[in-house]
């Protein structure tokens, strides 16, 4: 060691008040773990709407109504889910005016045999002559028509053509995957036929440990194309008029009700944590303000040692940001914390799947949280550091008796 | 050398005019060990103050050789008390969460540090006798082996001249010998030179030259 150096004496200082120290690293930890919580949960909601429904291809989504928030969990997040209907509904809906095309989904969460998938994966039989929202995604638009026991992958699911995978007992061949397509619905899904589901619910009796139960005919949504002229949420009450037990769920209205439930949450939210944060810059400041009064002498006297007004500046500087940044970094598990505390209720009170954004976004906003943790202690130590390398030697040491 | 022109400094207390220090001349050779005496309130601890840099004189220079020590900016000056200054104070002055040897290094922060900084501080803390409390915290001496430590502090950065405000005022006679002693020592091994305020006439009677203060003005005796 050639030097005493700065930080030392700025941590043995916090040392010295250590209960005071303790309860500004606390307020800190709070306010950072607030922060990016909220942060986190908003950025991840506003990625669960943007890659919500309008990318599903289909005006109008018919589900049974009593199935409609694991639908909308389902379309959002790619929960994987199963719910059924009768599909004598699809040709009722073939008639309703403003309707162009209606096409029969069938979902399966598939049983836990599946070996090796870490995803959700889901199974969705469609119909290969009337779909039309499957089809787009296809990879160079080479749609043969999906037959027999053939299957074609979602984009995340680590699957290769040609192979051979086992659902309930039956063999399905990859024909093709899927082009990325943003939503986990398509994304984590393998589609087949709606004959081949029936056949593999039949065959699953005797040839599989978890037999399905699926009785021929049924369907788990109806996605229908609007014909132009009339607007999907006239078409959606149309069909919800002239059938009983569904719920038609326009596509924009999707996005628009979770965006009204959730903006009122998301300005909330957000209010409270500026003012909490506010809050902390003040009382930190605050602090800070009474340290450099309380520590005038020994100020004064370091800078009859030679210390120039900077050094006092920097000292009382790294005090703060000491403390703002181990409360950042012990905000990072605050943070994590309330939102993995809360996801329960946010799913079950929103009806909708917490999603967190991206691994990589994530990332970039955990770091964004520790440099914030950073300038809030710049800040909130700004006044009381240039107080402080503003004193006077002389009358620094002499008030300080 | 260190010599004020015609210094003066005053303050304005409740309407009243105080001369803190009223065109005081002196001039003070290196190597010199001085003390200065007075009442309390005649002006002592602000002229140690003016010379050593620490407060601005309302008129009137402090000259460190030919240097005028308040025609530099902040920033200069207080690379110059680093370096040629070293304070004593009449208070216990070290930080109580580092331990003696911690105290020492302190005011090498503010300057460009030493290569041999350890050996440094352990020689100064033989020298004032506490080598061996090196890694006591100040909490646990007495108050007269914390004043050996922020005397040994004073000299880390070997300077040219030692203010020292009653650095012997709290202590016990026997301590306070002591510690007059370590001055003189210094003086003489090191040509440090002294300017040291006190009460004790006994002290002022081992100084080579004796000033008295009164009412912001200095004599010599
Ligand atoms: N910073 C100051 N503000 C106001 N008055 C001061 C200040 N410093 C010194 N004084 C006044 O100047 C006079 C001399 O004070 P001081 O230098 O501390 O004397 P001494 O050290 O001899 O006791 C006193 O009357 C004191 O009240
Ligand atoms: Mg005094």
Known sequence: MKKFALYKLAISNLRRKMVRSILLLLLATIVSGTLLGATIFITGMKNALNIGTYRLGADVLVVPSENEAQARSALLAGKPTSFYMNSSVLEKIKEVEGVEIASPQLFIEPSSFTCCYSVDLFLIAIDPVTDFTVRPWLKNNQHQSLQGNQIIAGRSLPIMTESVIPFFGTLFTVVGTMEPTGMNFFDQSIFMTMDAAYAMAENSITKSMQPLKLEKGIISAVMVKTDGVINPDRVATRIMYALDGVKAIASDEVISTVRKQLSGLLTGIMTVSMVLWAMALFMIGFAFYMIVNERQRELGMLRAMGA????????????????????????????????????????????LPYILPPPAVVRELVAASLIFSICTGLLSSLIPASLASRLEPYEAIRKGE | MIQTIN???????????????????????????????????????????????????????????????????????????????????????????????????????????????????????????????????????????????????????????????????????????????????????????????????????????????????????
């Open chain 1, 308 to 351: 120039k007004r900077q050094h006092i500046f920097l000292l009382i500087v790294f005090e703060a940001v000491i403390i703002t940044f181990s409360g950042g970094l012990a905000g990072l598990g605050v943070g994590f914390g309330m939102l993995f505390a809360l996801q329960e209720k946010i799913q079950q009170s929103l009806q």
């Open chain 2, 7 to 221: 210094l003066c400094k005053s303050y304005r207390i409740s309407g009243q005019v105080i001369k803190a220090a009223d065109r005081v001349n002196i001039s003070i050779s290196t190597g010199e060990l001085v003390a200065i005496i007075g009442h309390s309130g005649s002006g002592k601890t602000t002229l140690l103050s003016l010379l050593g840099g620490l407060t601005k004189p309302d008129s009137g220079q402090v000259l460190i050789e030919d240097l005028n020590l308040w025609s530099m900016n902040d920033s200069r000056l207080a690379q110059l008390r680093n370096k040629r200054f070293g304070f004593i104070y009449q208070f216990a002055s070290l930080i109580p969460t580092l331990t003696a040897l911690e105290n020492l290094y302190l005011p090498t922060a503010f300057g460009k540090g030493y290569d041999d900084l350890k050996n440094r501080a352990m020689d100064l803390l033989q020298k004032v006798g506490m080598n061996d409390k090196a890694d006591f915290y100040p909490s646990q001496l007495s108050g007269g082996q914390q004043r050996r430590v922020s005397i040994a502090r004073a000299f880390i950065n070997n300077p040219e001249i030692i203010l020292a405000d009653e650095p012997t005022g709290d202590l016990d006679e026997e301590t306070e010998a002591e510690i007059i002693d370590l001055f003189k020592t210094m003086n003489q091994e090191r040509g440090t030179t002294f300017i040291i305020v006190t009460h004790n006439k006994s002290i002022a009677q081992q100084a080579q030259r004796n000033f008295s203060m009164r009412d912001g003005d200095l004599q010599e005796n």
